[in-house]
């Protein structure tokens, strides 16, 4: 499985931006669990949204109300619309699949938001 990110980039607080995830070498992607987690500076790596094979999502506290995962299964696509950003959501993002015992990350994109 390999999960290649995308959308990434600098953005003033209060912008928005959507990443992207690809699944390639998977095989019915639609049956993984998909999320997406971010690692700011010094920190450990945080879940920040996950959306399972029947579309339900699930989502931290922090981004609640602000964040979006969707999935497009024919296009084996994972995204997080992110809106109204902050600094403090500054941080390299990195998705993930997920099935069974096995867990799967791609290379991560890095997001930071400007005061």
């Known amino acids: 499985v390999q999960l290649q990110a995308s959308g990434g980039g600098l953005v003033q607080a209060g912008g928005s931006l959507r990443l992207s995830c690809a699944a390639s070498r998977i095989i019915l992607f639609s049956h993984y669990v998909m999320e997406w987690y971010r690692q700011a500076p010094g920190k450990q790596r945080d879940l920040v949204a996950s959306?399972?094979?029947?579309?339900?999502?699930n989502y931290a506290d922090s981004v609640k109300g602000r964040f979006t995962i969707s999935r497009d299964n024919d296009k084996n696509t994972v995204y997080l619309q992110m809106n109204s950003l902050k600094p403090e959501d500054t941080a390299v993002y990195y998705c993930?699949?997920?099935?069974?015992?096995?867990?799967?990350w791609g290379q991560g994109t890095l997001v930071t938001v400007s005061s």
């Open positions: 993930a699949a997920a099935r069974g015992s096995s867990q799967y």
């Open positions: 959306i399972t094979s029947g579309g339900s999502t």
